[in-house]
């Protein structure tokens, strides 16, 4: 029985070609600043996505809290939209870490309620200072929503007019523009800071990116360096990193037509999928019994994921053309196998 493995676009495997690019790469102490491989990359990604410097780090997660370190005073607040990553699965690290706290605003699709932002940076004398305004595009718990540009540059904008910093938790930003329809620098322009992803739909087996300005690039790798994140000879990560930024954008569009056609599928076979929330390459469904829904699933060699109360599905390149018909043959066979 074939396997399908919907859990994560994290799942993806180095192709042949990143696998070579390793074995090949040319590398040094990139705690030096000596990996030549490093250096390619982060010169690759800044130029590509419109900054002045780029920092390989091992994680999203690490990008994103050194993001946070490198904007926000002790106590200070980050605004982030309601379901955020570095809200929900960071694991506390920004109070941990940088001694601050995130506020969740509402974001119905992902998108920040402007005038529930606007309330929010209002700030009396006896509440934390706001001190960075961050987004996440795309939205993963919003359905891997996008957020349109138009929102961003409010959101940018309302931040300027208060002095504030803003950052993107741009984990997939590359999913969102190719549903924008628009290179990647259109969804990262206008932030001081921004996360990019290389080991999801990119397909790199590890690494994020965190793009920034001149300024602040010694500070962020102090930072790095503190966390744990010094690299040695990384070039033989980097390697990969470099195939995915290059080569991993073009195979998104077909994770997304195959995320809409399990949608299609599901929705056909009368359960509950918001077709207008499938935009990129992830899937939730709405079920009574999740977990019992997962396992039967298992059973019949079908992994996805539980989101809270709901199913995920997520669509990556790994995946065979097969995969999406085959799985819903066997949705079909669980929905017919259970009791009514």
């Avoid at 070579?20 to 982060?42: C, F, I, Q, S, W």
């Avoid at 990008?63 to 982030?80: I, K, S, T």
């Avoid at 206008?190 to 080991?199: C, D, E, H, I, K």
Wanted: without cysteine; neutral net charge; proline residues 6%.
């Amino acid at each position: 029985m074939r396997l399908v493995d919907l859990r994560s676009d994290t799942l993806t495997r180095p192709t042949p070609a990143m696998r070579k690019a390793m074995a090949e790469a040319e590398v040094g102490d990139d705690v030096y600043g000596e990996d030549p491989t490093v250096n390619r990359l982060e010169a690759l990604a800044a130029e590509r996505l419109g900054f002045e410097r780029a920092l390989f780090l091992p994680s999203g997660t690490m990008a994103n809290q050194v993001a946070l370190l490198l904007h926000l005073p002790r106590g200070g607040e980050v605004l982030a939209p309601e379901g955020a990553h570095l809200y929900e699965y960071e694991l506390g690290a920004p109070a941990l870490l940088a001694g601050a706290l995130v506020r969740p605003v509402p974001a119905p699709g992902g998108r920040p309620d402007l005038k529930a932002l606007e309330e929010a940076l209002r700030r009396g004398p006896f509440q934390a200072p706001i001190g960075l305004l961050a987004l996440e595009n795309t939205h993963n718990l919003a359905g891997g929503r996008v957020v349109p540009l138009e929102v961003q540059r409010r959101v940018q904008d309302l931040a300027r007019a208060r002095g504030l910093p803003t950052h993107l938790d741009g984990a997939r930003l590359h999913n969102a523009a190719v549903f924008l329809g628009v290179e990647a620098r259109e969804v990262a322009r206008g932030f001081t800071t921004a996360m990019v992803s290389l080991s999801k739909g990119l397909g790199a087996p590890v690494g994020s990116l965190l793009l920034l300005p001149k300024e602040l690039e010694a500070e962020a790798r102090r930072y790095r360096k503190l966390l744990g994140g010094g690299w040695r000879q990384a070039g033989v990560l980097a390697a990969a990193g470099i195939l995915a930024l290059e080569e991993g954008p073009k195979h998104l569009r077909r994770d997304h037509e195959m995320a809409r056609a399990l949608a299609e599928g599901l929705f056909r076979l009368g359960l509950a999928v918001d077709l207008g929330a499938v935009e990129t390459n992830m899937v939730y469904l709405e079920v009574e019994d999740p977990e019992g829904f997962l396992q039967g699933l298992r059973a019949r060699g079908v992994l996805a994921g539980r989101v809270g109360g709901r199913v995920r599905f997520v669509t990556h390149r790994d995946l065979m053309d097969e995969d999406i018909p085959l799985t819903l043959e066997r949705v079909q066979d669980l929905l017919h196998s259970r009791p009514r």
